[in-house]
């Protein structure tokens, strides 16, 4: 079954870390952008991170410029959140999503949700003392 699988989530203290990891199952991740999306209780689904595939640029919301990073594993299926200097205000579910198109270089575009072919399950994220 072709799927994209989130892990890594959990309860974090304010100020700490968080990896999340996305593995892709029956297509290679890498021909996909790949895009992280949370939302909060009662929020919309908010596009946070996008990586592109064919250069491998990455683009991030305001709200997580300089903490968060966005990356792609050596294997050709998974790619990766990095979350520094966590806030409470960060809590939430979250996913990853692949692009076909590949291209995250216009926000409108990358942070449109109807504009990718799967998604993951979703994987809470909580900080919290």
């Known amino acids: 079954q072709v799927q994209l699988v989130e892990s890594g989530g959990g309860l974090v203290q304010p100020g700490g870390s968080l990896g999340l990891s996305c593995a892709a199952s029956l297509f290679r991740l890498d021909y996909y952008a790949i895009a992280w999306f949370r939302q909060a209780p009662g929020k919309e689904r908010e596009g946070i991170s996008c990586?592109?595939?064919?250069?491998?640029?990455?683009y991030y919301a305001d709200s997580v410029k300089g903490r968060f990073t966005i990356s792609r594993g050596k294997a050709k299926n998974t790619g990766f959140l990095q979350m520094d200097s966590l806030k409470s205000e960060v809590t939430a579910v979250y996913y990853c999503a692949a692009d076909a198109g590949g291209d995250c270089e216009e926000p409108a575009l990358w942070r449109d949700t109807r504009r990718y072919d799967y998604w993951g399950q979703g994987t809470q994220v909580t900080v919290s003392s």
């Open positions: 990586i592109s595939s064919s250069t491998s640029n990455t």
